[in-house]
């Protein structure tokens, strides 16, 4: 188990019944930048990953 994988867990347990749109997901995701800049690039990775998650391999 990775240790991000109890953050993950938690959001599950806490937040697994809602429904949120990529809009509202987004806004927290810029939020959370604001207030940890220094983790820009993975939620930025992250944020690519989930826009492309549906586009065909290259390869």
Same mark, same amino acid.
């Given at each position: 188990m990775y240790? @991000?994988?109890?953050?993950?867990?938690?959001l599950v347990e806490r937040?697994?019944?809602?429904q949120i749109t990529?809009?509202?997901l987004a806004e927290r995701l810029r939020d959370f930048v604001d207030l940890n800049p220094e983790f820009e690039t993975p939620i930025e990775r992250l944020a @690519?990953?989930?826009a492309r998650l549906d586009d065909e391999d290259d390869d």
């Open positions: 240790f @991000t994988d109890r953050g993950i867990e938690e937040r697994g019944d809602e990529i809009e509202w @690519t990953y989930l």
